[in-house]
């Protein structure tokens, strides 16, 4: 029995991240804090090809939260700023909970999440650390462009649904609202602005993923 006052040693650190990063990527989402914004609305006839495309947008979105909980994660290990860590797990539960939202309608879809979602976690929190020792305000820039994007590409989703498909809007527009919030939180916590390059740089790395999330 491990004693509640153990130190932890850098190497228990870094096996707690692996375990954690291996419970997120491969197995079922944590339960989330807030009920499911689509719990009371009926769901839909869907024909093979909508129930397909609907489920490869939501693994992309599945994946994004993937990606979202380990630049969260690397962000807060390299943040310097006790504040910052704060509204980075804020954001971070919230981020749970469109994890678990995602994995439920993908259920619901007879679908699965992407096999490649320890890969993106891995890279995710190279990128967040990365980040993260830069300093709190190029790591809250980060972030800041990160949500405008994932505000952006879940508004591309939400215009590709069936009218009729009211439980994955439901997800999606509440998720599109968290985003906002977590942007305005960046900035309003001193985010930098990124250079054009960079934000570039991530929005071409941000099509790659989609365009192989969709599928695998």
């Not at 979202?68 to 919230?94: C, F, H, I, W």
């Not at 942007?183 to 309003?188: F, G, K, N, Q, V």
Request: proline share 5%; aromatic share 6%.
């Amino acid at each position: 029995m491990e004693h509640a006052g153990r130190h932890h040693t850098p190497l228990d650190r870094i096996i707690h991240r692996i375990d954690e990063a291996l419970r997120l990527s491969t197995g079922a989402a944590p339960e989330p804090f807030r009920a499911n914004p689509a719990a009371d609305t009926a769901d839909c006839e869907l024909d093979d090809s909508q129930r397909r495309h609907i489920a490869g947008l939501m693994r992309i979105n599945h994946t994004g939260e993937i990606c979202a909980q380990a630049l969260y994660a690397g962000q807060a290990a390299t943040a310097r700023n006790p504040e910052v860590k704060d509204d980075m797990q804020k954001a971070s539960d919230e981020e749970i909970d469109h994890l678990a939202w995602c994995e439920q309608r993908l259920e619901e879809l007879d679908s699965r999440p992407s096999l490649l979602n320890p890969f993106w976690y891995a890279s995710s929190y190279a990128i967040g650390a990365i980040a993260g020792a830069a300093g709190d305000g190029w790591s809250l820039g980060f972030l800041k462009e990160t949500e405008n994007q994932v505000e952006a590409h879940l508004q591309d989703h939400l215009d590709q649904l069936p009218p009729e498909d009211a439980r994955t809007h439901a997800i999606l527009g509440q998720m599109k609202i968290d985003e906002a919030r977590h942007a305005d939180m960046a900035e309003d916590a001193g985010a930098y602005d990124l250079p054009a390059p960079i934000k570039d740089l991530m929005s071409l790395t941000s099509k790659v993923m989609k365009v192989v999330a969709y599928r695998i």
